[in-house]
């Protein structure tokens, strides 16, 4: 949609804009980032699997971001809601290779990967995911929605240190309401927008706020 992309130009802010030592932080320490080998093999697994001679920039730079916000925090577990293509989930599976990746949506991609060496994905049921947020004692966890439309009803039993990163906010002027309704839940202290992806936060103390990071 390129009158979003138009206005997501307008309204993006570099890091030394930012009134939020969270997000400059995760600006400036994750997306900043150096290139790293893994993103070679993210690319790699784009030509092997989905069977493209070219990775075509817009293909690249998602997945890096992807990358990038998934490993600066590093989480345990990771959720996926709806079915991510092979580099996107390759992309989670190599920036947290000790964390264990639970998607409800197998696909026959995901054979490939683990024959390329990403083991670290677990198909589980819908209903299996409510029983794995419902451990109040568990620890924070990602969860990656591969659109703004996927099933919500986690959001019952987020704790405050759980982030979720959401694919195609802006695809669809539906997608684009979805990403609305999203960050106005009462559940959310707020929200970064990158365009490609974005990020819910549910910290207690944080100011209700919209973030629209350049990158």
């Not at 599976?93 to 677990?122: F, H, P, R």
Request: hydrophobic letters at 40%.
């Amino acid at each position: 949609m390129f009158k979003s992309y138009l206005k997501y130009r307008r309204r993006r802010k570099g890091p030394f804009r930012i009134h939020s030592p969270f997000v400059f932080d995760f600006v400036t320490k994750a997306l900043r980032r150096a290139h790293n080998d893994d993103f070679e093999k993210l690319y790699s697994v784009y030509r092997v699997i989905d069977r493209h001679r070219f990775c075509t920039r817009h293909k690249r730079h998602k997945a890096r971001l992807i990358y990038k916000a998934a490993a600066y925090f590093d989480p345990e577990n990771i959720i996926v809601e709806g079915q991510m293509n092979a580099m996107n989930i390759a992309a989670l599976a190599l920036s947290c290779q000790q964390a264990q990746i639970y998607t409800t949506a197998w696909s026959d991609t995901y054979d490939e990967l683990e024959s390329m060496g990403v083991n670290n994905l677990k198909l589980i049921k819908a209903s299996d995911i409510d029983e794995l947020l419902k451990d109040e004692e568990r620890e924070p966890v990602l969860v990656f929605m591969a659109s703004p439309l996927c099933e919500t009803t986690f959001f019952d039993n987020i704790l405050p240190d759980d982030i979720v990163m959401i694919d195609n906010i802006h695809a669809t002027s539906d997608f684009e309401d979805g990403w609305e309704s999203l960050k106005s839940s009462d559940a959310v202290s707020f929200s970064i927008d990158l365009y490609h992806i974005s990020l819910l936060f549910f910290k207690q103390g944080f100011e209700k706020q919209e973030f629209i990071i350049k990158y």
